[in-house]
Structures are given as C-alpha cells and as structure tokens.
C-alpha cells in the first residue's frame, strides 16, 4: 500500500472551489503546445511514456474523502498511460481549438484515478503536437510548462540526438518537505504575527469592484449591514467567459525596460495598475485589495519537481491620490516584499484569521480581482526546433469561484499575453476591454511621467 499524505496548503487553494462549486469541474487545466513541422508520433509516444517514470507528480492519485470530508493523496511507483492519437487536420483552426476547449470541461472521476492524460495530436495547417489535461492540484501553470518543456528536450535528444536532460526532482521529496515545513510552529507564529500586525496597523479591508460601488451595495442590503466591507461570492452561476489581449513585443519591452530602470518586478508594475483601476472605478478609494498569485519556486529543486506550489495572497495598499506613480509602485513594492517573506503561511489560516477578526458573513470576501504573472515560456531547446511556429494556447475549465482572474504570460515573440477568466454572471467581455484599455494608459502614463500623482494619472486617463 502506497503512503498517503495530505494535501499540502498549495493544494488546499484548488481544491476548496471542489467543496464550493460541488464539481470536479473546476480543477481541469488543459493546453495544447504543437509546431507547424512534422513529428515522429512513435518517438514522441515513447517520451510521454517516460515522462510518467521521471515525474513523479504525474502519478499522484486522490483518495475518496474520509468521513471528515478529507482527501489524501498517493504515489504510485509505476505507471504505463493511456496515450491517445487523435487526428484534426481536415477541421479548421477554429473547429479544432473548439474542440479542445470541450475537451477541457470533461472531468476526472473523484478518487483514485489518473490525474493526467496525454493526448497526441495532428492539427490543421501542418501543426503536430500534444494535448495536456490535469487535475490542478497537481501541477500549477509552472508544473505544466515544466512538463511541456521536458518532453520537447526528451524529444529532441531522442530524434536528434541532443542532450538528455536532467532528471527532474522528486516531488515526493518535496511534498515531504512542504508537510514537514507545516508542523514548525515557530515559522507558522512569525507568518501570522505579521498578518496580525498588518490588521492592527490598517484595520479591515475595504472592498472594491470592477464595476465600482454596487456589488457590495448589493450585500449590505442583501446582510442588512450598512457597514459591511466585504461582498459576497458567486457560487450559484460560477460560469466563466474568456477575454485575450496581446501587447506587442515593443510595448512589452517598454514596460519591462522601466521595471528594470527602476529596479521593480513586473508583478508589482501590474498590481499598481490594476489597483489604480479599481481605486479609478471606486470614486477614488484609496484602501484597494488585489489578491496575487505566488509560485513557491526559490530552489531548482522547487522549480523542477512538478506538482502545484502556488498560493495566493492579498495585496493591500492604502495609497492617497497625491502620491506620485514611482512613489506609489515602491509602495505595493515595500508590501509585496513583506508578503513573500510569509509566503510559507497557509492562506486558509490567513482566511480564518480574517473571519474571526472581522466577523464576516460566510462566502464573503474583500477581492474582486487576481493575479497571476508566469514569466516562462515554453521553450525549444534544440536547433532543430527553434524559429517554428508554436500553437500553444491554454483552456478555460468553464467554472470559477473568483470574480475575475487575470493571467499575463510572456509569447515566444516577445510580448505578453493576457487572459482575463471572469464570473458571467456579473461580467461581460466589455468589462474586459475597459479593463485592459485602462489598464494600460494607467502603465504607459505612469511610465511617462513618473513623478505624476496617481489622483493625475487616474483624472488623466
């Protein structure tokens, strides 16, 4: 009998929306990566194969929950997949990249069954490649491009004779690790001592939306609270539409170029901007949370042992408007440095902590807003690969606890990508566009004159 362990708090934070939504639905995540050039399948069946031997996360299993609703996970020692062919060349583009997007709704069965299929692929217009469907509690967007990635380097050595690449590290060992950081109480007492420190010193949260005041209007009345500041939480119609935009290559440069002039991360560059819309679209409110993605990824260790790592955290910044921009992105700078010293904290003892603090109603919560930076892409490591056109394009599960999740990815041509999830039931695609428009004169106004006050820059765009 395999060991079982439980979920690591990284895990929690994908499979609570499970509990929520009632659905399995909502831990799928699906991409396609495929060239426009000509694969031997054969090889790359074999290195998919070998792929389930060297990543060990790959052949995680969940258990049914215990009579406490709990689920542990285990590793099998070995694992021959399943490895379908599927041919797509006489549909459209279009057609095609539908057609995934229904693959990516299908769901896994709740327990002890494979959490990843690998499905090779001939695509139109010359494109081959492969299908990746997970269950996200065990790779996060990192872990995927980690596995996209070391299948192409097993596929070049194999074809081309490149290099072996390195064995990827255990994830067991990791996971071991993660469980054992969880049990050092003195660790646990400083994380949650600086989040109480941080109450103290700012008191509650304030809500903010994307569509300014009427959300939380909508649930003071709904709480019969007039001073309630938090909302509340779509769980009936979780249903999520997709909005894309790309920067070109020039402007991403740009931005980055300034993030380096001024020795800031691109993460800090963007939650200034989107906090600025939302303080834009709130009358000015200058208490605005936006809650951050974080990959636990510092080691190579970390980095190469698949599985999912990422927790989120709330980026809280009270910023008056007479603040100038520079001055400003410093500020959710000095905050964001703050957070990834705790970063190790269960964000589900943060969540209770705030519940018991501030006494808010069930399914409530003071962010409209989330983001995810991943700055690697996939990339082709042999010369035999290189400057051939890539399809790699991820899919929506369907359904989503949070409001509006915005996720920024670099593109092999040098720009960026962002794909904004959000909550039908209350969001359109032109919600998106105003976001995004705004959004980016935020950065590019900023950028431009720094030394402008946000007031300024907010009145200005």
Sequence with gaps: MEKLYPLTPAQMVHHLPIRQLGTMQCINVSAVCALQAELDFEVLKKCVRLEFDRNESLRTRFTKPDKDGNVHQYI????????????????????????????????FEEHDVPTCEITLLRLPEGYNGLYVHLDHRIADS??????????????THFKFGAPMPEDLSSFKAMLE????????????????NYWKETFDKHGEPLYADLTGFDTLRESRKKHDDKTLRAADIELNDAEVGVKDFDLDAEATKDITDFCLQHQVSMTNMLLLGLRTYLSKVNGGQEDITVRNFIS??????????????????????IISPDT????????VQDVQNHVYLHANYDPQKLSKMMKERFHTPDN??????????????????????QNIPIWSNWYTNGINTKKCYLTVTHRPDGGMHFSFHYQTAHLTDHDMELLYYYLMRILFKGMAQPDMTVGDVMRYV
């Design 364 to 385: 409530t919560t003071y962010e409209s807003l989330y983001l995810t930076y991943q700055p690697t892409p996939v990339k082709m490591g042999n010369e035999h690969l």
């Design 177 to 192: 690790k993660d469980l054992k950081r969880e049990t050092n109480s003195k660790r646990c007492e400083r994380d949650e």
């Design 76 to 107: 099998l020692s070995g694992v021959t997949p399943e490895i379908p062919f599927r041919d797509l060349s006489a549909m459209t583009v279009k057609e095609a990249d539908d057609l995934m997007q229904q693959w990516a709704f299908e769901l």
């Design 324 to 331: 100038e921009f520079l001055d400003a992105l410093y500020e």
């Design 142 to 155: 990192c872990g995927m491009i980690v596995l996209i990635n070391d299948l192409m380097q097993l596929y």
């Design 296 to 317: 636990r990824r510092s080691t190579h260790e970390e980095w190469t042992s698949g599985g999912t790592r990422t927790v989120s955290f709330p980026c809280r910044t």
